[in-house]
């Protein structure tokens, strides 16, 4: 069984930054995509951004410009780089990794944007 361990969450102030991380637990192969997602209280659950394979990113309109995700592959890890945050950037931030062999998500990790 694959683990996603992530860290990198706490409390920023507004316009300040954050870096995410998550790694899988053990080698994985066949990987198809990484994303993070987030879920504020009352939301669904979003898609945030996410990386291909291939290397083909997108990203949730708000977060355009502002947010950029990473992957190393020899890691097995995915990041997310949160630069001027704003407090409806709070939530609770999940990873997800598609592979061959299933879909995993990460146990999320709290971001709180405040003054």
């Known amino acids: 069984q694959v683990q996603l361990v992530e860290s990198g969450g706490g409390l920023v102030q507004p316009g300040g930054s954050l870096r995410l991380s998550c790694a899988a637990s053990?080698?994985?192969?066949?990987?198809?995509?990484m994303g993070w997602y987030r879920q504020a209280p009352g939301k669904q659950r979003e898609l945030v951004a996410g990386?291909?394979?291939?290397?083909?990113?997108n990203y949730l309109d708000s977060v355009k410009g502002r947010f950029t995700i990473s992957r190393d592959n020899a890691k097995n890890t995915v990041y997310l780089q949160m630069n001027s945050l704003k407090p409806e950037d709070t939530a609770v931030y999940y990873c997800?990794?598609?592979?061959?062999?299933?879909?995993?998500w990460g146990q999320g990790t709290q971001v709180t944007v405040s003054s």
């Open positions: 053990r080698s994985i192969i066949s990987i198809v995509h």
């Open positions: 997800r990794l598609v592979s061959g062999g299933g879909l995993y």
């Open positions: 990386i291909s394979n291939g290397g083909n990113t």
